[in-house]
Structure formats: C-alpha cells, structure tokens
C-alpha cells in the first residue's frame, strides 16, 4: 500500500461546478498536511496547508480527518484556471521527518 | 522577490556523459532538496542537505550525487545519466525539516538523455 494515496483522476468537470478530492495517508505518524499545484511540465506550487480545524481559502477548503487517515481539497466554481494536477503531501515524524508526495489528482475544467 | 532558480531549464545529454544541474536559492533556508519526478508521478526524494549535512535517500543510486558548497547553491551532479535518468529534476527548498511552511521549488530542469 502506497504511504500516499490519491484518485488521478482525470476529473473533467465543467466550469461553475464543485469538485472534490480525497487523499489517504496511511502512517498515523503523519503530522502536516498540504495541497500542492503543478500545472503541465511546471513544479509544484504550494497551495495551501492543512489544520485539524480544517480551513478555506476563497473558493478552496481543505479539511483533515485524523481518525480515518485521509485529507480533502473542495474546490467551488471551478474556473478554466483551476485545471492542474494537485498533489497531497504528507509530512511525518518517525524520528525524523520526511515528507512524502502523492501522484496526483488530474483536472480539467472545461467551458 | 526571493525565490529558488534552477538552471538550466532543459539539459539534453549524451547516454554516460556526466552532467550537472545547479540550484540556487535567496530565501536563506536551512534546507536544500532534489527529487526526480518522471511523467505522472509523485516526486521522488533523491536527497537533501539540512545546512551542510548530507542525507541520502537508501534507493537512490549511486550514480546521483550532490553538492552543497554554501547556502545559496546546490548542485545535482549525475555521474553516467542512462536513458532512464531522463526526468524533470526539481530543487526545492524548506525553512527546516519539520517541512510546516511547505516547500519552494524551482522551476525545474527536465533532463534528456540520448
């Protein structure tokens, strides 16, 4: 089993709509979360962290469940900007840390 | 504006010639990363400095190597690329290792071997 596991889609999805990712993780020593960017042959953007209270970012929330081990991105009226592959990164503490990328959720927004 | 510049952005090599690819860096962070990610998937960690200490991940293979001769640079040297080295090469960077401000990467170098 992947330590991060994500759907990759790809999720086409027309603009104006609500779309939803999930991400599982599968060490309970994981203890920072975040959603990554990349659009096409470019590097990953940093999008935004994951708090155990959940939080939003204008049209973006994230929302961790710790019992069930899995994190979520909620984007709302997608715009054709919005297609991009994100990536769920994990960071965890076993001694030291290391983080660890999940492959990637694929979208397309489409007019 | 502070930020982690990769260069070159593309590298075409020969199969066995060696090549290096260079990171620079004005954030001043402690941490200075490479990963391998090839088409449709994750990042992979290759190695990372915290400050001057080397630490490298148990299956990346020996013919990647790195550099780190002061804060601001990082050098990913790769000694005889085969044909499957050929990826996007990212240098990211971190405050710490702790990773809680997330990573800033580069823009890349997507090496090709032929």
């Known amino acids: 089993r992947k330590e991060v596991e994500q759907d990759p889609g790809p999720f086409n999805v027309p603009e104006g709509a609500t779309v939803a990712f999930n991400c599982t993780y599968s060490n309970s020593a994981s203890q920072s979360f975040f959603w990554y960017r990349q659009d096409c042959r470019k590097e990953p953007k940093l999008l935004m962290s994951?708090?155990?209270s959940g939080n939003e970012d204008g049209r973006f929330t994230a929302q961790l469940n710790r019992a069930s081990q899995y994190i979520s991105l909620l984007i709302r009226d997608s715009k054709l900007s919005d297609s991009a592959t994100y990536l769920c990164?994990?960071?965890?503490?076993?001694?030291?840390?290391?983080?660890?990328f999940g492959a990637g959720t694929r979208l397309f927004v489409k007019a | 504006d502070a930020m982690v510049i990769q260069n070159p952005r593309y590298q075409v090599t020969q199969f066995g010639k060696p090549v290096t690819l260079s990171c620079s860096q004005t954030?001043?962070?402690?941490?200075m990363y490479w990963y391998q990610q090839k088409s449709s998937q994750a990042p992979k960690l290759l190695f990372h400095y915290y400050d001057k200490d080397f630490n490298n991940e148990a299956d990346t293979p020996d013919n990647f190597q790195s550099r780190r001769p002061n804060t601001s640079f990082c050098f990913l040297d790769i000694r005889s690329p085969g044909l499957g080295d050929a990826a996007m090469y990212l240098c990211?960077?971190?405050?710490?290792?702790?990773?809680?401000?997330?990573?800033?990467f580069g823009s890349g170098t997507r090496l090709t071997v032929v």
């Open positions: 994951v708090y155990s």
């Open positions: 990164v994990v960071t965890l503490n076993t001694g030291g840390f290391k983080t660890i």
């Open positions: 954030l001043n962070h402690n941490v």
């Open positions: 990211a960077t971190s405050r710490d290792d702790r990773g809680i401000d997330g990573y800033t």
